[in-house]
């Protein structure tokens, strides 16, 4: 049985990934702030093939804790893939000469840095697997803004980057890609207390070349296409209805 660690894996994407390998047979680690949610993914997973750790990801000591546990956990087994999703979800800053210092380091921390942390606590356990895969959680606002985006965009550009060097310095035993969401309704994938299920406008359905909203299924399936993709390293793959390749003019 191969077993796969996810960060956030609380709610939204990355509890769609968690359940998606669970129903593909594979063991799952996951890691999240949100204890509350984690509790949530527990009660529904059976205890012996999945493992749900409360931890900051973007701080070393937490990172160091985790695997602790994640290390006696697998008792010698291999980890087969690591999705680094974890980040803030809201984008959007506010005017920059208003953004703290803290505030930006936050951003950052929860997407580049964390990536970086357990990355690097994971490689022993990925270099165990006969072949590994690392899927890194981009945006398409890593190479498009919105205003008042800064430090969000700043963090998924340098996440992009990250993932062509990671390719490059860990092939081939590892491949490292990264996948970039566009617009995804993560609504029915929160936890209970936070849980909606959003009513779109349709032109806000019409304006995706592919005619809907993304759901957290679809990177989900992404993620499971990535991992056995065995001549794909070091790529970004936008997961975004075609709306990073329309062109937009307002007439």
Not at 213 to 231: K, M, N, T
């Amino acid at each position: 049985m191969r077993t796969i660690l996810i960060t956030g894996a609380g709610n939204g994407i990355g509890r769609a990934i968690a359940m998606h390998f669970h129903g593909l047979d594979w063991r799952v680690i996951g890691l999240d702030r949100d204890a509350e949610a984690l509790a949530e993914l527990r009660d529904a997973l059976p205890r012996e093939t999945a493992l749900f750790l409360t931890a900051d990801v973007g701080r070393e000591g937490a990172v160091a804790g985790a695997f602790e546990r994640v290390e006696d956990w697998l008792d010698g087994d291999p980890l087969d893939c690591v999705v680094n999703n974890s980040g803030i979800a809201d984008p959007y800053a506010g005017p920059l000469e208003k953004l703290a210092l803290k505030d930006w380091q936050a951003w950052v921390d929860a997407s580049l840095t964390a990536t970086f942390l357990v990355t690097r606590s994971a490689l022993p356990l990925l270099r165990r697997a006969q072949t590994a895969s690392i899927v890194n959680m981009s945006s398409t606002r890593a190479v498009m803004s919105e205003p008042d985006t800064f430090a969000y965009a700043a963090a998924k550009g340098g996440l992009d980057a990250l993932t062509h060097s990671l390719a490059v310095s860990l092939g081939p035993k590892i491949r490292v890609n990264a996948i970039r969401p566009g617009w995804i309704e993560t609504g029915p994938w929160q936890k209970t207390g936070q849980r909606s299920n959003p009513d779109h406008r349709a032109k806000d359905r019409d304006q995706h070349p592919a005619g809907r909203i993304g759901r957290p299924e679809d990177i989900a399936q992404a993620v499971a296409y990535l991992h056995e993709a065995g001549f794909v390293t070091g790529q970004h793959l936008n997961i975004d209805g075609g709306m990073t390749v329309k062109m937009i003019y307002e007439h």
